[in-house]
């Protein structure tokens, strides 16, 4: 069976190669693949409202088949210590940040991927891992990915993961928007799971709506913005504060969407430079090579 596998990968990277060799420059640029519906889903995060329980991280793991440990220990709010981001072994997480005024509580604030209308790591990616699903959900295939990363570099919100411990069949993690468990027409876990209903899952555009009633009624509790509403193009999750997100670690970003700038520099990198595409076909036959024997060893 792996000597086969083995003959039709030379076979493929044979194939590939001599392909690649006849293709004109403007073949080599990166293909969009996402649907965008007016009716996908979205979750609005209310930071003035969560507690930083970390609940939702507790959730996230189990849900992910991560190792997620006792949900009494998420009780520890000494991880507050320090700014975490999300990474191969939790695909969000919560920060904590002290407020100017001492005589009020804490900001806490929920990190995951935010599905963005645009995606800049599927314009980046070069063989078509990532796709937008017609939902919301930015999604990731195992299956296709050459280990680039180029992902990890276009991502505007830096959320891509890379499973540097893993040598043969290393992957890229990020939350999935729970989109096996929401095609069932369950909520996301996080959601699900939060007690004080910080997270609100529901169609993009009645979020924004509620984001909007939310800060008409009570403008001394919330500044006058929705972050994600027009950012790089729109994200599915959106998030509303009572102070300034730059204060929150969220970066400043224009409403452009990201794709235009890694497409800019993905196009001009294999305009005229075909040898990397390749290169990149070479390490993808790799990689499937040894996924192929990772599933014969577990049949």
């Not at 939702?56 to 507050?80: F, M, N």
């Not at 799971?193 to 609100?200: D, G, H, R, S, Y």
């Not at 709506?209 to 994600?228: C, F, H, Q, T, W």
Request: with cysteine; charged share 30%.
């Amino acid at each position: 069976m792996l000597k086969q596998d083995r003959r039709s990968f030379l076979k493929t990277s044979a194939l590939i190669g001599a392909g690649i060799t006849g293709l004109k420059s403007k073949d080599t640029k990166a293909q969009t693949r996402h649907v965008i519906s007016e009716d996908r889903m979205g979750v609005l995060v209310d930071t003035t409202v969560c507690i930083g329980c970390r609940k939702c991280e507790w959730a996230c793991k189990t849900a992910h088949d991560l190792p997620a440990g006792d949900i009494e220990s998420y009780e520890d709010r000494s991880v507050y210590e320090k700014m975490r981001r999300p990474d191969d072994k939790a695909l969000t997480v919560v920060n904590e940040y002290s407020n100017p005024d001492p005589t009020k509580l804490p900001t806490n604030v929920k990190v995951q991927c935010m599905h963005c209308d645009e995606p800049a790591c599927l314009s980046a990616c070069i063989v078509g891992a990532f796709s937008k699903d017609e939902s919301g959900s930015v999604v990731w295939d195992t299956e296709k990915c050459i280990g680039c990363r180029y992902c990890m570099i276009a991502c505007p919100f830096q959320i891509p993961a890379f499973e540097y411990d893993k040598a043969l069949q290393p992957d890229i993690k990020k939350c999935d928007f729970c989109i096996e468990r929401t095609t069932q027409g369950q909520l996301p876990a996080c959601v699900e799971i939060c007690p004080v209903e910080a997270l609100t899952y529901g169609r993009r555009k009645d979020l924004i709506e509620v984001a909007r009633k939310k800060i008409k009624n009570y403008p001394d509790r919330y500044i006058d913005s929705i972050l994600g509403d027009t950012e790089v193009g729109g994200t599915s999750w959106m998030y509303l504060s009572g102070r300034d997100f730059q204060e929150l670690d969220f970066p400043k970003l224009g409403e452009d969407p990201a794709p235009g700038v890694s497409e800019s520099i993905q196009h001009g990198i294999f305009a005229y430079f075909v040898p990397p595409i390749s290169l990149y076909a070479l390490l993808g036959g790799v990689m499937w090579l040894n996924k192929k024997k990772e599933k014969s060893k577990e049949e």
